[in-house]
């Protein structure tokens, strides 16, 4: 069945750069926008980013603005995180999604989690 594949995470020192990846199988073409969610231990997830199935518009969650980007290759059917100047409090394990908008604050992620991909900063 359809499956989004995370990958790219690791432990960098605070001010480092990560890219994650989030590859879909099963499938040739993705008609939704695609969000990335991170979740720390005692915390809720949230949504970090988001990008349209055209990739034209993108949001961010105030927190890392300016120091993510967002991107997808619908030739390769993967939406990278370029995630750089880390912060510890970036520590968490990232998600991908399918969405069914990216604007506003709430995404409306649809189904189910996999695995996410660890993002450790620390020194």
């Known amino acids: 069945q359809l499956q989004l594949v995370e990958s790219g995470g690791g432990l960098v020192q605070p001010g480092g750069s990560l890219r994650l990846s989030c590859t879909a199988s099963?499938?040739?073409?993705?008609?939704?926008?695609r969000g990335w969610f991170r979740q720390a231990p005692g915390k809720e997830r949230e949504g970090v980013s988001c990008?349209?199935?055209?990739?034209?518009?993108?949001n961010y969650a105030d927190s890392v603005t300016g120091r993510f980007t967002i991107s997808r290759d619908n030739a390769k059917n993967t939406v990278y995180l370029q995630m750089n100047s880390l912060k510890p409090e970036d520590t968490a394990v990232y998600h991908c999604?399918?969405?069914?908008?990216?604007?506003?604050?709430?995404?409306?992620?649809?189904?189910?989690w996999g695995q996410g991909t660890q993002v450790t900063v620390s020194s």
């Open positions: 990008i349209s199935s055209n990739g034209r518009y993108t």
């Open positions: 999604a399918r969405v069914m908008s990216c604007v506003g604050g709430n995404w409306h992620p649809f189904g189910s």
């Open positions: 099963g499938m040739t073409l993705d008609y939704y926008g």
